[in-house]
């Protein structure tokens, strides 16, 4: 059974940054790639980063390209996102996925996260 659990969130003023950090347990995820979600109150799931099984071919939302950055340690199965800038729009709760090949539509993304809230004030 595939397990993501995300961390990292918290409330910070505009302006400042936040490291998200998803642990995977299972011995595939290097095989596989991973992306980041956010979902604010009243608003649909979107698509933040997303990275392929090597750690190449980053993609963002244009929303956050140049704010944040999507990373993986294979080695120890985690997967990153640095968020810097952050504005009260990225207020929102945060999700990683696991799916087999980057993308940025939820669909393929078979295995999901908890969550983790981070609160941007202005």
């Known amino acids: 059974q595939v397990q993501l659990v995300e961390s990292g969130g918290g409330l910070v003023q505009a302006g400042g940054s936040l490291r998200l950090s998803c642990a995977a347990s299972g011995r595939t995820f290097s095989f596989n790639a991973m992306g980041w979600f956010r979902q604010a109150p009243g608003k649909e799931r979107e698509f933040v980063a997303a990275?392929?099984?090597?750690?190449?071919?980053?993609d963002y939302a244009d929303s956050v390209k140049g704010r944040f950055t999507i990373s993986r340690d294979n080695a120890k199965n985690t997967v990153y996102l640095q968020m810097n800038s952050l504005k009260p729009e990225d207020t929102a709760v945060y999700y990683c996925?696991?799916?087999?090949?980057?993308?940025?539509?939820?669909?393929?993304?078979?295995?999901w996260g908890q969550g983790t809230q981070v609160t941007v004030s202005s």
């Open positions: 996925a696991r799916g087999p090949y980057n993308t940025s539509c939820p669909t393929p993304y078979g295995f």
């Open positions: 990275i392929d099984y090597s750690g190449g071919n980053p």
